[in-house]
């Protein structure tokens, strides 16, 4: 059974996976970073995003930052993330870097692109396939009662809210016509 996924996205704005039966490990915590480097370039791809690059320095200060959350296991922003966008999650399960990716990505289903704009409810999507961002680092770690935390570092952050932002970075998805 699946228990509750939860997420937080901000403004400016892991990795061991276990199998739990036997407590053995199936990623590296690389392995986990590739795969969700490889969701974020599949999904920001579909948006015309150029491809994003894993920085390891991102990468450990994320990790850093999702030890921290797994230790005090509460769910909120760094206060000192600096100029990088930053998505957030918490499982109460094991999860695969694919899963989160996926449930971030989901608030697609909310965006009005008729509307541009930062929401609450779309705002890890956003952060996912903002045009001008580089650089994303991964992080995940688990806490003591074997729920995980997983964080995103994106550089530059995305989620800007002055006029035109949303417009030039966040597009909608293409359509692909079949021949036949």
Same mark, same amino acid.
Request: with cysteine; glycine share 8%; net charge positive.
């Given at each position: 059974?699946?228990?509750?996924?939860?997420?937080?996205?901000?403004?400016?704005?892991?990795l061991d996976l276990h199998e739990p039966a036997l407590g053995k490990q199936l990623f590296t915590p690389d392995q986990?970073?590739?795969?969700?480097? +490889?969701?974020?370039?599949?999904? +920001?791809?579909?948006?015309?995003?150029?491809?994003?690059?894993?920085?390891?320095?991102?990468?450990?200060?994320?990790?850093?930052?999702?030890?921290?959350?797994?230790?005090?296991?509460?769910?909120?922003?760094?206060?000192?993330?600096?100029?990088?966008?930053?998505?957030?999650?918490?499982?109460?399960?094991?999860?695969?870097?694919?899963?989160?990716?996926?449930?971030?990505?989901?608030?697609?289903?909310?965006?009005?692109?008729?509307?541009?704009?930062?929401?609450?409810?779309?705002?890890?999507?956003?952060?996912?396939?903002? +045009?001008?961002?580089?650089?994303?680092?991964?992080?995940?770690?688990?806490?003591?009662?074997?729920?995980?935390?997983?964080?995103?570092?994106?550089?530059?952050?995305?989620?800007?809210?002055?006029?035109?932002?949303?417009?030039?970075?966040?597009?909608?998805?293409?359509?692909?016509?079949?021949?036949?």
């Open positions: 059974m699946r228990l509750p996924f939860y997420g937080l996205v901000s403004h400016p704005l892991g986990f970073a590739e795969e969700v480097l +490889r969701s974020h370039n599949e999904y +920001r791809r579909r948006h015309q995003a150029p491809p994003l690059k894993l920085s390891s320095k991102l990468s450990r200060e994320a990790t850093r930052y999702a030890e921290s959350l797994a230790s005090t296991r509460i769910l909120k922003h760094s206060a000192s993330r600096g100029s990088c966008g930053e998505n957030l999650a918490w499982a109460s399960y094991d999860q695969s870097g694919k899963d989160v990716a996926d449930r971030w990505y989901n608030e697609v289903k909310n965006y009005n692109y008729n509307r541009p704009g930062f929401s609450s409810g779309t705002g890890h999507f956003t952060a996912m396939v903002w +045009r001008s961002t580089k650089k994303l680092g991964v992080g995940k770690a688990e806490a003591t009662d074997g729920s995980t935390f997983v964080v995103a570092r994106y550089f530059p952050a995305g989620n800007i809210t002055n006029q035109g932002h949303f417009e030039a970075n966040v597009l909608p998805p293409k359509t692909t016509l079949l021949r036949f």
